[in-house]
């Protein structure tokens, strides 16, 4: 069982930043692939970036403007978002895939644990 816990979100305007922390519970997180996802109102949760041994995956909507990091030391995943839209309004969450090989990366059913998420608004 590996609990996630996310943090950071907030309110700010659009072409603000903001910087989500996802923490672990898990001696072992240096092996699992990361991910963020998120979920606005009304819609399906939307892959948004993962990080695992074999590099960096982003969707097309964040792709440069979001940072996906990691501190196995501190067993922390990040997600810097910059230049930020009304469109990335949504709750975010982190997942972990602990599978040693994952076909489809960008979806949710390959992950197993599953933060609360953050509310992430950001206005006009």
């Known amino acids: 069982q590996v609990q996630l816990v996310e943090s950071g979100g907030g309110w700010v305007q659009a072409g603000g930043s903001l910087r989500l922390a996802c923490e672990a519970a898990t001696r072992t997180f240096s092996r699992y692939a990361m991910g963020w996802f998120r979920q606005a109102p009304g819609k399906e949760r939307e892959f948004v970036g993962r990080?695992?041994?074999?590099?960096?995956t982003y969707a097309d909507s964040v792709k440069g403007r979001f940072t996906i990091s990691r501190d196995n030391a501190k067993s922390t995943v990040y997600l810097q978002m910059n230049s930020l839209k009304p469109e990335d309004t949504a709750v975010y969450y982190c997942?972990?895939?602990?599978?040693?090989?994952?076909?489809?990366?960008?979806?949710?059913?390959?992950?197993?644990?599953w933060g609360r998420g953050t509310q992430v608004t950001v206005s006009s």
């Open positions: 990080i695992s041994w074999s590099g960096i």
């Open positions: 997942a972990a895939d602990t599978h040693p090989i994952t076909a489809i990366v960008t979806a949710a059913d390959s992950y197993e644990y």
